[in-house]
């Protein structure tokens, strides 16, 4: 969705109906924005652009059809471009040992000497990390996290019921805690998707209370995990038990870039000032 987002927001009117009849085809996106050990860089002759290096942590590096990566320009600047892969890709669907988020075949992909039109372009120099828009498309992560932290605690409670513990004092306080973190980070992704869709909040106010969100999430579902794992014990950390899967990916999952910094930005633009109350009158969102 983020890639969807980005193009369909910088890129042209015929960019958005060339990807859209692409996905209709059943094209598959993704961003790509970490580089390997040598970092991407384009040039331009005319109208063709010829990369250089690769990306690494690339989601579905084997699937992705259409991945949005970045590249820096020769002055120094990032630019998108949207490129379309085959099966002649030279990627490999694994970064070597990662214990979570297996299947999403996280991996390498190698784009030395790769050329394009330059209609494969999207948007202007620097759009990339545009504020709000940079930090505002994480709320979109944020909510699958929560459907990892759904998933946690129905197991949870599934699996003390059917071992007769869930009249336990110590285990029904673990369901509760597990069940506030959940609402928390449920408050949190409501409020950031509400403000990143708010077309007249102030640029930055959008961008802190995502980030606000984002590690409020993280440590909601950091608190679920704990709780899970202490009441299902070493039974969590059994292969052959779907909790230890869900446990993992989301763990995974949640190592996000840079959140010591994230948090110290949005503390100090909401020092003096407080963070907005958005709101939705549309249907399913109660105010």
Not at 171 to 199: H, K, N, S, Y
Request: with cysteine; charged share 20%.
């Amino acid at each position: 969705m983020n890639a969807v987002r980005l193009v369909t927001r910088y890129g042209g009117p015929e960019q958005t109906r060339r990807l859209a009849t692409a996905i209709h085809a059943g094209a598959l996106l993704g961003v790509w924005a970490s580089d390997g050990p040598v970092p991407v860089r384009m040039t331009v002759d005319r109208d063709r652009v010829s990369l250089t290096g690769g990306k690494s942590f690339t989601s579905g590096a084997l699937h992705v059809t259409h991945p949005l990566i970045t590249a820096t320009d020769p002055e120094g600047v990032s630019r998108m471009i949207l490129v379309p892969l085959g099966a002649d890709r030279r990627a490999v669907p694994s970064i070597g040992g990662l214990t979570g988020m297996r299947g999403a075949e996280t991996g390498r992909c190698d784009l030395d000497g790769l050329t394009l039109s330059t209609a494969s372009l999207i948007g202007q120099a620097g759009d990339y990390l545009r504020q709000p828009e940079f930090s505002a498309g994480a709320w979109r992560g944020m909510a699958v996290a929560l459907g990892g932290m759904d998933r946690l605690v129905d197991l949870l409670r599934q699996q003390l019921v059917a071992r007769s513990r869930d009249g336990d004092p110590h285990q029904r306080t673990r369901i509760g805690e597990a069940l506030i973190a959940r609402e928390t980070a449920f408050f949190w992704t409501r409020r950031a998707a509400l403000a990143a869709g708010e077309p007249d909040m102030d640029p930055g106010d959008v961008a802190q209370t995502v980030n606000l969100a984002r590690l409020a999430v993280e440590h909601a579902a950091l608190h679920i995990i704990e709780r899970v794992q202490r009441g299902l014990g070493l039974s969590a950390f059994v292969q052959t038990n779907p909790v230890e899967r869900v446990l993992r990916d989301l763990a995974t999952y949640l190592r996000q870039p840079a959140p010591d910094e994230t948090l110290v930005e949005a503390a100090g633009w909401f020092t003096g000032r407080d963070p907005p109350q958005p709101e939705s009158t549309e249907p399913g969102y109660p105010s």
